[in-house]
């Protein structure tokens, strides 16, 4: 088989293509935490697909009832008709995942990514409530489309929507102005006065970590407060789960650390298990004032993605999961500390909580050269930050502690190939 020319993306793929800049080859297979190219070389996966593979590549239960719906002819595409699969996955959900949380929600299948049940989420609040205004969060991502990104922090992602985006205001989130500041006293202030120019909003949008934005935490009393403002105010919480969710902080929802029920969650990425496009939008049952088809998407029934999620399930039936990713969690913040510690010419600080985690630098440009070298040692892993000053790991949630082990060694050969060497002790 001859290989693929990667001169034939370069010329004929459009600009805007990012990823394939970061890790120059053709990719060819992937399990568990590995993926080979065509050279057949071997590469640990701590990237995840953004987040979208929690469970590593090519899952083998999950592929397995896949293969076997795929062969019996079921449902592929079937819009918001009643299937097998949609049934199955509802009610799996609930009994795995609601019910032994305490959580009563009404499940919307929205259009299939994360920027779909944003939106979703964005336009029933301001059903609900009637009013325009969404407060969001420095730093904050939410997705591409012109809603998610009126709520986006990144400036040159919002500069992309070509139109002015309104209907948003920007607060500062835990700890932007300092460690010692209480950035919601400033946010109630705001609310509180009638001449700050911001109206009582709709909802606020938050990510519990923030992951483009730098992986930055919200802490578990900030997000209480901020959960206690809303009430107070009237104001829908939307927690934005897209990619803190699905085990990638520590427990299925991110929110859960916090004990906070919010009115909405979204959920896509790692929500299949599998790589394929799947997302829903969860909300307090009284908030479910939708018209019928007043909401809706071509590709919001996708049944495949429906009976990987299922399989995916199973994983949480065993609490010895979660805490495996405890496990992990706690390996991978000792060796970053270390890291830190280790090599003070990083000007490192840890940042992250469970396997949604990285080391900011202070040195310009310092974290790219990091992930470029570790690229060519055989680990992918992608940065994050206003400036790409984090350099971020998002292995699979089930990683085995030894391929865990390998890719932060091979991290720490990049910074020490990056810095040259470290300072003595």
């Not at 004032?289 to 919001?300: A, K, L, M, Q, V």
Request: proline fraction near 4%; hydrophobic fraction near 35%; include cysteine.
């Amino acid at each position: 088989m001859s290989k693929t020319d990667l001169n034939i993306f370069e010329t004929m793929e459009s600009e805007v293509r990012s990823y394939c800049r970061n890790f120059p080859t053709v990719f060819t297979q992937a399990k568990g935490h590995n993926m080979w190219d065509e050279d057949g070389k071997e590469y640990i996966d701590f990237f995840s697909g953004a987040g979208a593979l929690n469970y590593g590549h090519n899952d083998e239960k999950m592929k397995a009832k896949l293969i076997e719906y795929i062969q019996n002819d079921g449902i592929t595409h079937s819009l918001d008709k009643a299937t097998t699969a949609k049934g199955d996955f509802i009610n799996e959900f609930n009994d795995v995942i609601l019910k032994p949380r305490g959580l009563d929600y009404k499940i919307m299948f929205p259009g299939p990514t994360g920027t779909n049940t944003v939106e979703s989420a964005l336009k029933l609040a301001r059903k609900v409530t009637g009013r325009t205004d969404v407060i969001s969060f420095t730093n904050g991502f939410h997705g591409m489309t012109i809603g998610s990104l009126s709520v986006t922090g990144n400036s040159s992602k919002r500069k992309g929507a070509g139109v002015p985006l309104q209907h948003a205001v920007t607060m500062p989130y835990d700890s932007f102005v300092g460690e010692d500041l209480t950035t919601l006293e400033y946010l109630e202030a705001y609310l509180e006065n009638s001449g700050s120019g911001v109206a009582i909003p709709a909802a606020m949008i938050v990510e519990t970590v923030q992951g483009e934005g730098g992986i930055n935490v919200a802490s578990s009393e900030w997000m209480k407060k901020l959960d206690d403002i809303c009430k107070r105010w009237g104001i829908l919480l939307i927690i934005d789960d897209v990619q803190a969710g699905i085990g990638r902080t520590g427990s299925f929802f991110s929110f859960e650390e916090a004990g906070i029920q919010p009115d909405i969650v979204c959920l896509s990425k790692s929500l299949s298990g599998y790589g394929l496009p799947f997302a829903i939008t969860l909300f307090r049952p009284e908030l479910d004032i939708w018209s019928p088809g007043e909401h809706n998407g071509t590709f919001r029934g996708n049944n495949h993605a429906f009976v990987t999620a299922t399989a995916a399930l199973d994983y949480w039936k065993d609490e010895a999961f979660e805490e495996g990713i405890k496990e992990r969690s706690e390996m991978t913040h000792e060796y970053l500390e270390y890291l830190v510690q280790e090599y003070p010419e990083l000007k490192g600080k840890v940042k992250g909580r469970g396997l949604m985690v990285g080391i900011s630098c202070e040195e310009p440009e310092l974290a790219s050269k990091v992930a470029e070298e570790a690229f060519n040692r055989g680990l992918i892993m992608e940065t994050a930050g206003p400036n790409d000053e984090v350099f971020k790991l998002f292995p699979a949630i089930n990683i085995e502690k030894e391929a865990l082990k390998q890719g932060l060694e091979i991290i720490e050969e990049s910074i020490k190939a990056t810095v040259k060497a470290p300072v003595a002790n």
